[in-house]
């Protein structure tokens, strides 16, 4: 993966000719959903199986990372003592390796592969504080397309991060020499704190609306539940 780019993107609420218009700006020509759920009820148009179609006959794949790197993760050893998602410990699991091997074998392939959640700006997004992270430790690099369809590196993510967080982080004093890289370690956790998936709130939610703990696919996924998705990697 060294030296190679992985692009990011939101769906948000682009109508599907404006989002595949940016990925052909940006010539990627595979989409992997790291959405843990892969459908939105404000967004139809990327539910799994359209998009999938919609990518397909604009020449661009569509593949499922759910399990390796969807963000809602509910695994009791991946998760912290207050029962939020440890992107730490996602990261070691080996369904996230097998996930970033994967990658690789795509970028190797010759793919311009873009990964893809709902949210527009990736700083709200695991894609950011959870893959991102893990490719630029795999020696890879990370451009995230925005909504109006400009990069931002991933380094420039990290200034934000660092500013975010700038009264929370270490500094060096007499006695121990602190790097930015130190800081951004520090500010990337901070980050999945932040953002990341609570089971235990999640059901409270629930609970308090007086609905089943259950998700509900929509009508055009359980139609076409025998629809097979190709992985090319």
């Known amino acids: 993966m060294k030296n190679q780019t992985i692009f990011t993107i939101g769906h948000s609420r682009h109508k599907i000719d404006c989002f595949i218009r940016l990925l052909r700006y940006h010539q990627c020509n595979i989409i992997i959903d790291v959405r843990s759920l892969p459908y939105s009820r404000i967004a139809p148009q ?49 369904s996230f390796k097998d996930g970033i091997a994967r990658l690789t074998r795509g970028l190797d392939l010759g793919y311009r592969i873009a990964l893809m959640c709902s949210e527009a700006n990736p700083f709200e997004c695991h894609r950011f504080s959870l893959i991102s992270y ?46 930015r890289k130190d800081q951004i370690e520090k500010a990337y956790r901070l980050r999945g704190k932040d953002i990341a998936f609570s089971l235990a709130e999640q059901k409270e939610k629930m609970k308090a609306k007086e609905i089943e703990y259950s998700v509900r696919l929509p009508c055009d996924i359980l139609q076409n539940q025998y629809y097979k998705i190709p992985n090319l990697f």
């Open 46 to 94: 990327f539910n799994r199986h359209r998009l999938s179609l919609s990518l397909r006959e604009s020449k661009i794949h569509y593949m499922g990372f759910q399990k390796e790197f969807g963000a809602r993760q509910t695994s009791s050893y991946l998760l912290d003592s207050n029962g939020k998602v440890d992107f730490d410990k996602v990261r070691l699991s080996s």
């Open 134 to 179: 893990q490719i630029i430790q795999e020696g890879g690099l990370v451009s995230h397309i925005l909504k109006d369809g400009d990069l931002k590196e991933n380094a420039k993510m990290e200034d934000e991060l660092i500013s975010k967080y700038k009264n929370k982080l270490p500094r060096s004093d007499l006695f121990k020499q602190i790097t």
